[in-house]
């Protein structure tokens, strides 16, 4: 009995040594009819066309995302819980970029993938936990046993390579979350919903303008208080910004000379006289942060045209970055569904860490209403389809509202409401309803009729805020155009937040970091709330028309308090 009870022992002993087995990452469901017709354009959102296998000798750049240390995810939470919650004794008490690295990266990890890498003779180059890797698609499919084919996006004109599945081997299957520019298709946005001025004008329609955001939202000074308040605006698929379009814009409504001091990235501001498209949504985000948030330092963020995951690029950039800006406003959105889950856990993660660094993130949470940009000109795309990045728990996600422009009634933007576009909103099929919002979230589903299982009602409920979103008076090549959307909306939210900051900064106090707990806080107040509920809307609709746009059967509605449309 006792040699038989010393074998079993030993067997268990071998088993929870040996090593771990090899792991394989797949496309979401969504993605894989893309595989399945050459010719055609099949994927979700009717942007990528299967060309043929992806010739073996191209080279190809993936990154290599090392893991945390075990349970990060859980020790970010717990810390950021701490250091972003009022009334916990370690509130505002943020980390240093070194003390991140220390509590989060896992060195004998980033060790062993390095080692895997050479042994496989593929050069690459470390940033942090990220190894970038420039290979032969031949070398490529040889190691992460799989097969790229190559797609074209007509819209763009580019082409990109891409695979189903790939496979890590055991010794480093748990040291690497995921590998970019495998699995994941680049999101490609509809345009933002623009107008003429001067056809407005002559109709008497009203619009958005610096001085109506002030009078709206109570801001009694726009300067900056603290050049320690700094801000930034992220850019992507060859969006630019002007500088001379920024101070007519300025010099139009008497605003302070307030450029942009930093340009991250590739701008090129002959683009806007060349082709409005190519300046449309960065003129907007930029003239309207620094409208709110003057003389604030500002840095336009701006991620390569031709970059395959542009999200992640830039988080990658920021995780690396020893005193980034404290305020960023990103106006660009995918689609959960078309997300690896790996990739969007560790976005998640990183944004967290930033939080825990005093960083505020703020993301529109898009102009489609429930149903989500592809369903802008096809009704058979009508659905509950969260957006993200404004469905990640760590960042600001903030909606559009209507009226006051026009001088009535403050509600949620809608298309169907003449808004032009819809306040995007809902609950996230992949991240949990957090802590600080159970109680906002819990009261809405039980006191507010909603779609029945058609959504989940366990995820995370975006937007947290909104602001008005419709009829931005913006200047683009000289000339006025009349904006609309989320992407509006979130700008003028990440200049309050700057404003704050400096306010704090100048005195002591820290910023206010990772504030939703702090809004949510606030929200619950029964007196003094800083916050206009929004009590009238819906969001079933996609952006367009009035009459014209694409009103799905389902959505959410507004109610007291909060709602998956205005927060």
Same mark, same amino acid.
């Given at each position: 009995?006792?040699?038989?009870?010393?074998?079993?022992?030993?067997?268990?002993?071998?088993?929870?040594?040996?090593?771990?087995?090899?792991?394989?990452?797949?496309?979401?469901?969504?993605?894989?009819?893309?595989?399945?017709?050459?010719?055609?354009?099949?994927?979700?959102?009717?942007?990528?066309?299967?060309?043929?296998?992806?010739?073996?000798?191209?080279?190809?750049?993936?990154?290599?995302?090392?893991?945390?240390?075990?349970?990060?995810?859980?020790?970010?939470?717990?810390?950021?819980?701490?250091?972003?919650?009022?009334?916990?004794?370690?509130?505002?008490?943020?980390?240093?970029?070194?003390?991140?690295?220390?509590?989060?990266?896992?060195?004998?990890?980033?060790?062993?993938?390095?080692?895997?890498?050479?042994?496989?003779?593929?050069?690459?180059?470390?940033?942090?936990?990220?190894?970038?890797?420039?290979?032969?698609?031949?070398?490529?499919?040889?190691?992460?046993?799989?097969?790229?084919?190559?797609?074209?996006?007509?819209?763009?004109?580019?082409?990109?390579?891409?695979?189903?599945?790939?496979?890590?081997?055991?010794?480093?299957?748990?040291?690497?979350?995921?590998?970019?520019?495998?699995?994941?298709?680049?999101?490609?946005?509809?345009?933002?919903?623009?107008?003429?001025?001067?056809?407005?004008?002559?109709?008497?329609?009203?619009?958005?303008?610096?001085?109506?955001?002030?009078?709206?939202?109570?801001?009694?000074?726009?300067?900056?208080?603290?050049?320690?308040?700094?801000?930034?605006?992220?850019?992507?698929?060859?969006?630019?910004?002007?500088?001379?379009?920024?101070?007519?814009?300025?010099?139009?409504?008497?605003?302070?000379?307030?450029?942009?001091?930093?340009?991250?990235?590739?701008?090129?501001?002959?683009?806007?006289?060349?082709?409005?498209?190519?300046?449309?949504?960065?003129?907007?985000?930029?003239?309207?942060?620094?409208?709110?948030?003057?003389?604030?330092?500002?840095?336009?963020?701006?991620?390569?045209?031709?970059?395959?995951?542009?999200?992640?690029?830039?988080?990658?950039?920021?995780?690396?970055?020893?005193?980034?800006?404290?305020?960023?406003?990103?106006?660009?959105?995918?689609?959960?569904?078309?997300?690896?889950?790996?990739?969007?856990?560790?976005?998640?993660?990183?944004?967290?860490?930033?939080?825990?660094?005093?960083?505020?993130?703020?993301?529109?949470?898009?102009?489609?209403? !429930?149903?989500? +940009?592809? #369903?802008? $000109?096809?009704?058979?795309?009508?659905? *509950? %389809? =969260?957006?993200?990045?404004?469905?990640?728990?760590?960042?600001?996600?903030?909606?559009?509202?209507?009226?006051?422009?026009?001088?009535?009634?403050?509600?949620?933007?809608?298309?169907?409401?003449?808004?032009?576009?819809?306040?995007?909103?809902?609950?996230?099929?992949?991240?949990?309803?957090?802590?600080?919002?159970?109680?906002? !979230?819990?009261? +809405?589903? #039980?006191? $507010?009729?909603?779609?029945?299982?058609? *959504? %989940? =009602?366990?995820?995370?409920?975006?937007?947290?805020?909104?602001?008005?979103?419709?009829?931005?008076?913006?200047?683009?090549?000289?000339?006025?155009?009349?904006?609309?959307?989320?992407?509006?909306?979130?700008?003028?939210?990440?200049?309050?937040?700057?404003?704050?900051?400096?306010?704090?900064?100048?005195?002591?106090?820290?910023? !206010?970091?990772?504030?939703?707990?702090?809004?949510?806080?606030?929200?619950?107040?029964?007196?003094?709330?800083?916050?206009?509920?929004?009590?009238?809307?819906?969001?079933?609709?996609?952006?367009?028309?009035?009459?014209?746009?694409?009103?799905?059967?389902?959505?959410?509605?507004?109610?007291?308090?909060?709602?998956?449309?205005?927060?």
């Amino acid at each position: 009995m006792r040699v038989r009870c010393l074998l079993l022992l030993l067997l268990a002993l071998l088993s929870l040594l040996s090593p771990s087995e090899s792991k394989t990452f797949y496309v979401t469901n969504a993605l894989l009819p893309v595989f399945r017709q050459a010719q055609r354009i099949v994927s979700e959102l009717d942007d990528w066309r299967l060309i043929g296998p992806a010739p073996k000798t191209n080279n190809h750049t993936v990154v290599f995302i090392v893991a945390n240390n075990a349970n990060s995810p859980s020790i970010c939470e717990i810390a950021s819980n701490g250091v972003s919650q009022p009334g916990n004794p370690s509130y505002g008490q943020y980390m240093t970029f070194q003390q991140v690295q220390r509590t989060f990266s896992n060195e004998e990890s980033s060790k062993r993938v390095e080692n895997w890498l050479k042994r496989n003779d593929m050069p690459y180059e470390k940033n942090g936990d990220f190894l970038k890797v420039v290979a032969p698609i031949d070398l490529l499919q040889r190691v992460l046993k799989t097969s790229f084919v190559q797609f074209m996006a007509p819209l763009l004109g580019k082409s990109i390579f891409r695979t189903e599945s790939y496979t890590l081997p055991s010794e480093i299957a748990d040291d690497v979350d995921y590998v970019t520019n495998t699995i994941s298709f680049p999101a490609i946005h509809g345009k933002i919903f623009a107008k003429s001025f001067e056809d407005n004008k002559r109709m008497n329609a009203e619009m958005t303008t610096p001085s109506l955001i002030n009078s709206l939202y109570n801001v009694f000074t726009n300067i900056v208080q603290s050049t320690l308040s700094t801000q930034s605006i992220f850019a992507a698929i060859g969006q630019n910004y002007s500088p001379d379009d920024l101070k007519l814009f300025q010099k139009t409504y008497n605003l302070l000379d307030s450029p942009v001091n930093f340009d991250l990235g590739k701008n090129d501001p002959s683009a806007c006289t060349k082709n409005v498209d190519d300046c449309i949504e960065a003129n907007l985000d930029v003239q309207y942060v620094l409208a709110v948030a003057q003389k604030a330092p500002t840095t336009f963020f701006s991620i390569a045209e031709d970059s395959q995951d542009p999200f992640f690029e830039w988080i990658m950039a920021l995780a690396q970055t020893v005193n980034p800006p404290l305020v960023h406003s990103i106006s660009y959105g995918s689609l959960e569904m078309l997300e690896p889950s790996g990739a969007i856990q560790r976005f998640s993660l990183e944004a967290c860490k930033l939080g825990l660094r005093g960083v505020t993130i703020v993301v529109a949470s898009g102009d489609d209403g !429930v149903p989500g +940009y592809s #369903a802008r $000109t096809n009704i058979t795309r009508c659905g *509950f %389809n =969260p957006e993200f990045p404004a469905s990640c728990p760590y960042v600001l996600s903030v909606g559009a509202t209507q009226g006051p422009e026009a001088g009535t009634q403050e509600i949620a933007q809608s298309s169907d409401a003449g808004g032009d576009i819809t306040t995007g909103g809902g609950f996230s099929n992949i991240f949990p309803t957090p802590p600080w919002q159970t109680l906002s !979230v819990g009261a +809405y589903l #039980a006191n $507010t009729p909603v779609p029945p299982k058609t *959504f %989940n =009602p366990n995820g995370r409920g975006y937007p947290d805020v909104a602001a008005l979103g419709h009829n931005y008076v913006t200047i683009i090549a000289g000339q006025k155009l009349l904006l609309s959307g989320t992407s509006a909306s979130a700008p003028v939210v990440a200049g309050m937040i700057t404003l704050i900051n400096g306010m704090r900064l100048s005195i002591g106090k820290p910023p !206010v970091g990772f504030v939703n707990p702090a809004l949510y806080k606030l929200g619950s107040l029964s007196t003094a709330s800083p916050f206009n509920d929004i009590m009238k809307g819906k969001n079933n609709c996609a952006a367009g028309e009035k009459g014209k746009s694409i009103c799905c059967p389902l959505g959410f509605q507004c109610a007291k308090g909060w709602d998956p449309l205005t927060g």
